[in-house]
């Protein structure tokens, strides 16, 4: 029996490339198009205000704008309109199943809907959830289900009810995956784009050429957009971007494997999104055993650990590699047996294994001593929910102190106070000593405050993300003027 050799395969995906110039011409103008429409949407969201102001847990330096998914999916869905509108065979191919391109186009642009109002505004993780889910199940109404998957050794086994439960649960992982890799500069778009370009093969190789063309276009726009959102970054994507790739990706990659007839055509869409999934299910097993709620930010992703050692450009560049390799052996896979498939997938988790060992996440002692302290952070947090509570109603500088005393007790402080018009605030522990070794100044916006911590207080606090987040919101409700200060102190 002949066996196709690696010269037949190289000669088979340039005849591909050959035969579908269209496909490399949309990506090339995509890129174009973003790299040039980029500079123009800076220019505007500077002046509209849409801007990501450093603090906290942001790490740049300077005012950026900010919601740059706009300009992206701008040139995307503009693409789509001129493919459908072509007299040949791709726009004719985007035409008859316009249900799934308009349905994939549409989930997108509701899905960034949430991500500019959580933007401008803020939105809870409960509720940003709910209208994932409500998006996903409209999907997979729209004809993104799965009904069956490919397994190794065994073939083609039907879903059942899973065929409508899974895409689901697909669509909402994948969406908040990318959503979560958005930490540094770069790194969600880049991985995007290999992401989109894998998914265009997978489509292309399948015959689901109008999802390669959907793919083709995201992975253009995203290299496009790269040229500024890589370290340093000049614009950074937001959730309006990161949830809109998630959801677009998610599509894709569910719509482009539905022919597959080999379960590494399957694995292939997966791989090519290996990181952010990987990072999303390390996060959610290191939050489940601290304690902590499962949409609470931390500085322990992957993605920042690698950064401490490396910088953000070579902790993206790493990423990215590591991908591109994953990728690469899935593709490769194609053409072997099932046996093959096994060992490769068995030496990509002795990969995993080794890579978060040597990140430190498995040193089981700290793990252990984490666990053992999670009943105190749960408390912290429900601290911070308090705190939130209270900012929300807040009317008075005195009142925003106040909500900021209920965590600030639990790290171990005794007291704050903050300038304020030539007027100084104070909020102190009631019914608490007064002692305190050392005073700490931290920043609420643009207003210094001094916090007096207890002797055996540590600060900086080690959920220091806990205490920014509702120092921004503090600073917010401090710069709001409704009520003219009321000068006191204890409550």
């Known amino acids: 029996m002949l066996t196709e050799s690696p010269h037949d395969r190289v000669t088979f995906w340039l005849d591909v490339l050959m035969r579908h110039k269209t496909y490399a011409a949309l990506l090339v103008v995509s890129c174009i198009a973003t790299l040039a429409a980029t500079p123009i949407y800076m220019a505007v969201a500077r002046r509209a205000g849409w801007i990501d102001r450093p603090g906290g847990r942001k790490q740049h330096a300077a005012d950026t704008p900010t919601m740059g998914g706009l300009v992206i999916f701008t ?41 500019a109002i959580d933007d401008r505004r803020g939105l809870r993780p409960a509720s940003k959830l709910i209208v994932e889910v409500v998006l996903a199940i ?47 500069d770069g790194l969600a778009a880049g991985i995007g784009f290999l992401a989109a370009a894998a998914n265009a093969v997978v489509a292309i190789y399948l015959s689901n050429y109008y999802m390669a063309v959907m793919a083709i276009l995201l992975a253009g726009a995203l290299l496009g957009f790269l040229r500024w959102n890589f370290h340093p970054a000049r614009i950074f994507l937001g959730d309006t971007g990161s949830l809109g790739i998630g959801m677009f990706l998610a599509l894709c990659s569910l719509h482009s494997a539905q022919k597959a007839h080999t ?70 896979l194609t053409s072997v047996n099932h046996l093959a498939v096994g060992i490769g997938l068995a030496i990509a988790l002795g990969l995993a294994f080794f890579s978060v060992r040597v990140l430190g996440y498995m040193e089981w002692q700290g793990w252990i ?82 916090i007096e911590l207890r002797p055996d207080a540590a600060w900086p606090t080690p959920h ?17 003027g409704t009520l003219p200060p009321r000068r006191g102190g204890s409550p």
């Open 75 to 115: 040139v995307v869905f503009a693409g789509v309109a001129v493919v459908m509108a072509l007299p040949n065979r791709v726009g004719e191919m985007l035409r008859e199943h316009r249900v799934h391109v308009l349905g994939a186009c549409a989930c997108t642009a509701l899905m960034m809907l949430v991500g």
């Open 138 to 184: 409209a999907a997979v109404v729209l004809g993104f289900d799965m009904p069956a998957i490919t397994l190794p050794w065994i073939g083609s086994v039907p879903l059942g009810p899973l065929s409508l439960v899974l895409p689901v649960v697909w669509i909402v992982g994948v969406t908040n995956a990318v959503n979560l890799a958005d930490g540094l």
């Open 263 to 332: 379960a590494v055509m399957i694995l292939v869409p997966l791989c090519a999104l290996g990181y952010p999934i990987f990072d999303t299910l390390l996060a959610v097993a290191r939050r489940t055993l601290r304690g902590q709620p499962l949409f609470a930010s931390d500085r322990e992703h992957v993605h920042h650990v690698l950064e401490r050692g490396h910088g953000p450009s070579g902790a993206a560049m790493r990423i990215y590699v590591a991908s591109l390799l994953l990728i690469g052996v899935c593709v490769l």
């Open 369 to 450: 001593a984490q666990f053992r302290a999670r009943e105190d952070v749960r408390i912290v947090y429900a601290a911070a929910t308090l705190a939130r509570l209270k900012l929300s109603v807040a009317t008075t500088s005195n009142d925003v102190l106040e909500a900021l005393g209920a965590i600030l007790t639990e790290f171990g402080a005794v007291a704050i106070e903050v300038d304020l018009d030539g007027e100084t605030y104070r909020w102190s522990r009631p019914n608490g000593s007064s002692a305190a070794t050392r005073t700490v100044e931290v920043m609420l916006g643009d207003h210094a405050a001094r």
């Open 464 to 480: 220091a993300v806990v205490f920014d987040e509702l120092a921004r919101i503090a600073a917010a409700r401090l710069d709001a």
